[in-house]
């Protein structure tokens, strides 16, 4: 059973938060509204295309470092 990566805000993002400053677009700030810790990177993205950003605009804010993802995990070994 593959588990979902769900992304998380960094310390970056949330500040960009709370600041509500013209350092990121419009987009990117919708997608990292979404970014709560509990939604899985497939309900982020769904919701993110629904309000009109693309998934370029969550890749940006994973390459600005407002969020990350957890590493994956190497697939178990055979029983």
């Known amino acids: 059973m593959s588990v979902l990566p769900v992304p998380t805000k ?4 949330q500040e960009a938060v709370r600041r509500r400053t ?3 677009t ?3 700030r919708t997608v990292l ?3 709560d810790g509990r939604r899985p990177l497939s309900e982020v993205l769904s919701l993110a295309h629904q309000a ?3 998934t370029s605009h969550f890749e940006d ?3 600005m470092g ?3 993802l957890p590493p994956e995990e190497p697939p178990a070994p055979p029983p």
């Open 26 to 28: 419009q987009r990117h």
């Open 22 to 24: 013209g350092e990121i």
């Open 10 to 13: 960094t310390a970056l993002g």
């Open 61 to 63: 804010l994973v390459r």
């Open 33 to 35: 509204f979404l970014v």
């Open 52 to 54: 009109g950003a693309a």
């Open 66 to 68: 407002y969020v990350e």
